[in-house]
């Protein structure tokens, strides 16, 4: 419109420029003989047949523009888009699954590590618990034998005198009383490492997880953070612990 009004006031030349910077901006600018006057339409011709080589450059470097921005847009829709392959498969796995002991839980969130470590945890305690009982009961009964350290009399109708209570035998008592606490000991260990493996596995647990095609084992969300094993010393002692 600048050049136009330009034109119009008789000043050819300050219209030629603002056709020129017109030119720059839309190289394949025309104006339309039905519409414009053919005054404007002569003029404006003649700037272009006189821009016709600046023109062509302009007009380069916009496809030239043109061609890198539809490239950079291809490889930006190529790297956000999924890699081509076989459709995505789901895996929907059990919510009673994280509440069973032994690291069922940990198994089926894809941990094997941490499934191992409850698994060998819980069965060498619940080993240990079962074992304690089985080994009391089989050598005491329901009741430890209590014995005499001196030798008991016998009575005018046959039976044993009493034991002096000073002498009596409390060894297989306090042995069965040792291998009780064992047997509770490890039991109580059982079930609080079942509970933090439940915990862990509720805490963890994924409905559906992808599994990449032709694997067995599935491919989780969310990689877990390894586990650790880690030892600390105080002027009171030492402990250990295991992260995971």
Not at 157 to 171: E, I, K, L, R, W
Not at 202 to 231: C, M, T, W
Request: aromatic share 10%.
């Amino acid at each position: 419109m600048l050049g136009v009004a330009y034109l119009f006031e008789n000043q050819p030349e300050e219209a030629r420029r603002e056709f020129r910077k017109l030119l720059e901006l839309r190289p394949d600018y025309r104006f339309d003989p039905l519409l414009d006057p053919q005054r404007i339409v002569d003029f404006f011709n003649e700037v272009v047949k006189e821009e016709e080589s600046a023109i062509a450059a302009i007009e380069a470097r916009r496809r030239q523009r043109e061609q890198e921005t539809a490239a950079r847009r291809q490889r930006e829709a190529a790297r956000l888009a999924p890699a081509a392959g076989p459709p995505v498969v789901y895996e929907r796995r059990s919510y009673v699954v994280s509440f069973l002991p032994f690291g069922a839980g940990q198994f089926q969130n894809g941990e094997r590590r941490k499934g191992w470590a409850f698994l060998s945890a819980e069965a060498g305690l619940a080993a240990i618990s079962v074992g304690a009982f089985a080994t009391n009961f089989a050598l005491y009964g329901l009741q430890p034998h209590r014995g005499c350290l001196v030798p008991q009399t016998i009575d005018p109708n046959g039976n044993p005198t009493a034991c002096p209570p000073s002498q009596v035998d409390h060894s297989q008592e306090q042995t069965s009383t040792w291998i009780l606490r064992t047997q509770v000991v490890s039991g109580g260990l059982f079930f609080a490492v079942a509970a933090w493996g439940i915990i862990d596995a509720v805490r963890h647990y994924q409905r559906d997880v992808v599994i990449s095609p032709g694997e067995d084992n599935p491919v989780r969300k969310v990689s877990a953070r390894p586990s650790s094993f880690r030892l600390t010393a105080s002027p009171f002692g030492a402990g250990a612990a295991w992260e995971f």
